[in-house]
């Protein structure tokens, strides 16, 4: 069964420092997640992107984030200068349909 | 701003009992529903969900429940087993045009003891 998957598994970086975060999408899906889950919170919706573009950005993707798609498989986020508070799960997940979402096992980022 | 609650954070259920999950919205332009469970380390992984044109959808030994006029959705799991234990989370969408981005609860840790 396709599935979505996601490097690395965890990340380590220091404050300040850009890191990328790797996903690849099921194949034939069309719309593609960023979500992230802070330790003991909810998981929240971070960007969505449709066409080779972003459709809709939460107040937490500020100009520190970014998202590409720089090829027919991978997506990406990056994160120019990451602080302490981005430690967290961050989860890709796409979908044909825009509904029914599937997930990545997801990214651990620490900043330390 | 928590617009999809669940307000059991934990439940515990004997193997082979009734599971039943709740969540509660607030937003009335969400029309779609669904619940993910979720192991540690690893991502949601999708269960079951619901439109909000239909009142039940049943997959096996889960049935989701809704009732738009309370805004309230349930999970029931029939009969539980061990290998349900995990965190469910309720999520909820609205079409905004281009893509629908999923409201998560705070989730519920589901024990099915022996």
């Known amino acids: 069964e396709p599935e979505v998957t996601q490097t690395p598994s965890h990340q380590v970086t220091q404050m300040g420092q850009e890191v990328i975060l790797r996903c690849v999408p099921i194949?034939?899906?069309?719309?593609f997640y960023w979500y992230r889950q802070i330790l003991g919170q909810k998981v929240e919706f971070l960007v969505s992107?449709?066409?080779?573009?972003?459709?809709?950005k939460s107040e937490i993707f500020d100009d520190q984030f970014s998202v590409e798609r720089p090829d027919g498989s991978n997506f990406t986020l990056k994160i120019r200068s990451t602080k302490l508070e981005d430690s967290a799960m961050y989860f890709c997940a796409s979908t044909e349909v825009s509904y029914e979402q599937y997930f990545g096992p997801g990214t651990r980022l620490t900043v330390t | 701003d928590q617009q999809v609650k669940q307000n059991s954070p934990s439940l515990s259920v004997q193997e082979g009992r009734i599971s039943i999950l709740n969540c509660d919205y607030t937003?009335?332009?969400?029309?779609?529903f669904l619940w993910y469970k979720k192991y540690p380390a690893e991502g949601p992984t999708f269960l079951i969900s619901?439109?909000?044109?239909?009142d039940k959808n049943e997959d096996g030994r889960f049935t989701v429940f809704l009732n738009k006029s309370a805004k309230h959705l349930s999970l029931h799991i029939v009969p539980s087993q061990p290998g349900d234990s995990a965190v469910y989370f309720c999520a909820a969408s609205g079409w905004t045009g281009t893509a629908s981005k999923l409201t998560f609860g705070t989730g519920t840790r589901l024990q099915v003891t022996l």
């Open positions: 194949s034939n899906h069309l719309y």
């Open positions: 937003n009335s332009m969400f029309d779609y």
């Open positions: 619901i439109s909000s044109i239909k």
């Open positions: 992107f449709y066409n080779n573009e972003i459709s809709e």
